[in-house]
């Protein structure tokens, strides 16, 4: 977990980037149990014969998928409010999946910070500019507006 940041540091860095993660590995294992967990097993994931007769030219990871990933990227990228007690997932806005992952690609996060807006007593809703981007390609995986809420102690 990144070190944390005063709600001072966190106003001061409206409109910068926060960093980036670690690439990650997608590979179809990885794809063939999210396709399990959900019951999504479209052929475009799941199947490299039929996929790579297609356009796509072989399997890609669902877009649910690669936004599931966000929890674990997001790790690498979302500093913690200082006295936070808990960092809810409060969700997205203006998301879109602009391109596929291949089974096999790497992708990362990319995070800049939007805005910290109080909510209440003890209560930040913070907004993120977030993409996935994909290695090799110019144009991320996923774009949108992720809002986390931080609530502190006090």
């Known amino acids: 977990m990144l070190p944390a940041l005063t709600l001072t ?3 001061a860095r409206i409109g910068t980037e926060l960093g980036r ?5 997608v590979n179809q294992d ?3 149990r999210f396709a399990d967990l959900t019951g999504d097993h479209q052929f475009i ?3 490299p014969v039929r996929a790579a007769a297609t356009p796509l030219g072989g399997t890609v990871a669902h877009g649910f998928l690669t936004l599931s990933l966000l929890g674990a990227l997001g790790m690498q990228m979302v500093p913690p409010l200082s006295g936070a007690a808990m960092i809810i997932n409060y969700g997205f806005d203006r998301l879109r999946f602009i391109t596929p992952v291949r089974s ?8 800049s910070l939007l805005g910290v807006d109080a909510k209440g007593a003890g209560q930040h809703l913070i907004r993120y500019a977030v993409t996935v ?9 996923l774009a ?11």
């Open 30 to 32: 990885m794809i063939d």
């Open 21 to 25: 993660s670690d690439w990650l590995i």
């Open 9 to 11: 540091d966190y106003q």
């Open 133 to 141: 981007e994909v290695e090799g390609s110019e144009k991320p995986a």
């Open 144 to 154: 949108a507006e992720w809002l986390v809420m931080m609530v502190t102690t006090g």
């Open 45 to 47: 994931h799941v199947d």
């Open 104 to 111: 096999g690609g790497r992708i990362r996060g990319a995070l």
